[in-house]
């Protein structure tokens, strides 16, 4: 179990990250554009490569921190596992919600 103290470390290591991602116009214009999609595929078939293309040193730190470990270890684990851990942070509705409420609004 995640104690709210090491919880709270997390959210300051992770917050520059996710905020620089979020704020990042190309990336709300995508969300924008699929907001109302049913099919989430190309959505994320969009989103993913502008997304790691973009911000893959972003999102190693995020997830090094989020999964408790380095981001030499997330950088050599296997690509299914990567993807398991950006998916799972993607459907954490209360932590999207969170850095969500502070991205502007486009």
């Given amino acids: 179990m995640l104690s709210t103290d090491r919880a709270l470390d997390i959210l300051i290591e992770i917050t520059p990250y996710i905020s620089e991602i ?3 116009d190309d990336i709300k214009e995508v969300v924008i554009k699929h907001r109302e999609d049913k099919n989430q595929v190309k959505f994320f078939a969009e989103l ?3 997304f790691l293309k973009k911000y893959r040193t972003a999102v190693y730190e995020v ?3 989020i999964n408790e470990t380095t981001v030499d270890e997330i950088k050599n684990q296997s690509v299914t596992e990567t993807m ?3 998916k799972n942070i993607a459907e954490d509705k ?4 969170f850095f969500s409420s502070f ?3 486009a």
């Fill in 94 to 97: 209360e932590l999207v919600g």
């Fill in 22 to 24: 979020v704020s990042d």
């Fill in 84 to 86: 398991k851990q950006i």
């Fill in 48 to 50: 993913l490569p502008l």
């Fill in 103 to 105: 991205a502007p609004q």
């Fill in 63 to 65: 997830l090094a921190a």
